[in-house]
T-cell receptor, first 113, second 113 residues
């Protein structure tokens, strides 16, 4: 079983739709959860950073962490064509046996005008 | 604030040759990380510097890879001799504190033929 599972898509939605992206993980020691956005030929860009369980909102983006289910989500409201990118989840326990990021494969999102 | 800079952006070399990748982190960031993405796989951790010291090099694939960070500023990653399976995108990232989200560079796309 992979440590982090993420559906690679591709996911295509019309402009204005609500997008839901998610990852599951197996390591209960993970406490730090991140979502990165990556445009073609660019490096990952940090979008959301959450510690432990709960929700975090930033503009049109909401990150949710459910540690009991080992499941994290990213919601994008009122999606725009400029949101078209690959979205990567990443997580870490920062201090245990894995002090660095474990990434999902990424979900490729396309928002059509 | 200048971001993380990587050079070159793209390198094509023959099997058996040597290649050196360079990363300039954000000024003042003590933590510097190297990651790699091979085609179809997740981004994977290679190693972590704190200033000039290697904190964790558990992700380095073998002894053909040598990373240095002289003076705690820029870092180089040398592959010698390169093999076909070394092809991929090599990302550098930096952060001020270990628990912070990273800032990634745009990556070096390495192709070994």
């Amino acid at each position: 079983q992979k440590e982090v599972e993420q559906d690679p898509g591709p996911l295509s939605v019309p402009e204005g739709a609500i997008v839901s992206l998610n990852c599951t993980y197996s390591n209960s020691a993970f406490q730090y959860f991140m979502w990165y956005r990556q445009y073609s030929r660019k490096g990952p860009e940090l979008l959301m950073y959450t510690y432990s369980s709960g929700n975090k909102e930033d503009g049109r983006f909401t990150a949710q962490v459910d540690k009991s289910s080992k499941y994290i989500s990213l919601f994008i409201r009122d999606s725009q064509p400029s949101d078209s990118a690959t979205y990567l989840c990443a997580m870490s326990d920062y201090g245990g046996s894995q002090g660095n990021l474990i990434f999902g494969k990424g979900t490729k999102l396309s928002v059509k005008p | 604030e200048a971001g993380v800079t990587q050079f070159p952006s793209h390198s094509v070399i023959e099997k058996g040759q040597t290649v050196t990748l360079r990363c300039d982190p954000i000024s003042g960031h003590d933590n510097l990380y190297w990651y790699r993405r091979v085609m179809g796989k997740e981004i994977k951790f290679l190693l972590h510097f704190v200033k000039e010291s290697k904190q964790d090099e558990s992700g380095m694939p073998n002894n053909r890879f040598l990373a240095e960070r002289t003076g705690g500023t820029y870092s180089t990653l040398k592959v010698q001799p390169a093999e076909l399976e070394d092809s991929g995108v090599y990302f550098c990232a930096s952060s001020q504190n270990k628990g912070d989200g990273y800032t990634f560079g745009s990556g070096t796309r390495l192709t070994v033929v």
